[in-house]
């Protein structure tokens, strides 16, 4: 798989449940980044965390990062249909000149 | 709260001709970027800039693309001549200084070339 990969590709719940992303990269890092990006529009930063941190929240996010795994996932608690976006996962990768390496994305779609 | 903006939001141009995007990064920021998403597919890295030079820039960044900091505020892409598979959109961002500072992104600029 390629620095990156989200999954699921698509994932579709109904308002109020919970919605886990996950994504799996490849190189080691400096940090990764999710963002969010509603249909042909720009991208949204939602949270930033560090090779050594764990584990952040902000608001109804929570993101945790296993770099021996190398994965993180992101999950949206209480989603709102305003939650529906596509999700993706940017990796700066040690090293690096903190170019972001983006994945696939997930297209998260809450019912009402 | 400060954000990045880019102009146009949309731009319609006939192949072999030149454009120029402008982005216009959050003002204490130092670090800039330009990224292109061709539809469907996943936002790749065009190129990075600092200190008033390319500090990195991808395969994707050839001969016919130029970034330039004309001055205390913009930050411009311009490719010399378009092709087809130009057609994308293009996202400028800029970061804070310092190391492990998030990257803003601006909202796009929708580039159609026919």
């Known amino acids: 798989s390629q620095q990156g990969e989200e999954d699921p590709q698509a994932l579709s719940i109904q308002e109020g449940e919970n919605a886990t992303m996950n994504c799996s990269y490849k190189t080691s890092i400096n940090n990764l980044q999710w963002y969010r990006q509603n249909s042909g529009r720009g991208l949204v930063h939602l949270i930033l965390?560090?090779?050594?941190?764990r584990e952040k929240h902000s608001g109804r996010l929570r993101v945790t990062l296993d770099t021996s795994k190398k994965s993180s996932s992101l999950l949206i608690t209480a989603s709102r249909a305003a939650d529906t976006a596509s999700y993706f996962c940017?990796?700066?990768?040690?090293?690096?000149?903190?170019?972001?390496?983006f994945g696939t994305g997930t297209r998260l779609t809450i019912i009402p | 709260e400060p954000e990045v903006t880019q102009t146009p939001s949309h731009q319609v141009t006939q192949m072999g001709q030149e454009v120029i995007l402008r982005c216009v990064p959050i003002?204490?920021?130092?670090?800039f970027y330009w990224y292109r998403q061709i539809l469907g597919q996943k936002v790749e890295f065009l190129v990075s800039?600092?200190?008033?030079?390319?500090?990195?820039k991808s395969e994707i960044f050839d001969d016919q693309f130029s970034v330039e900091r004309p001055d205390g505020s913009n930050f411009t892409l311009k490719i010399r001549s378009t092709k087809l598979e130009d057609s994308a959109m293009y996202f400028c961002a800029s970061r804070g200084t310092g190391w492990n500072y998030e990257q803003y992104f601006g909202p796009g600029t929708r580039l159609t070339v026919t």
């Open positions: 940017a990796t700066d990768a040690a090293g690096g000149n903190e170019k972001l390496t």
């Open positions: 965390i560090r090779s050594n941190e």
């Open positions: 800039f600092y200190n008033n030079e390319i500090s990195e």
């Open positions: 003002s204490n920021h130092l670090y």
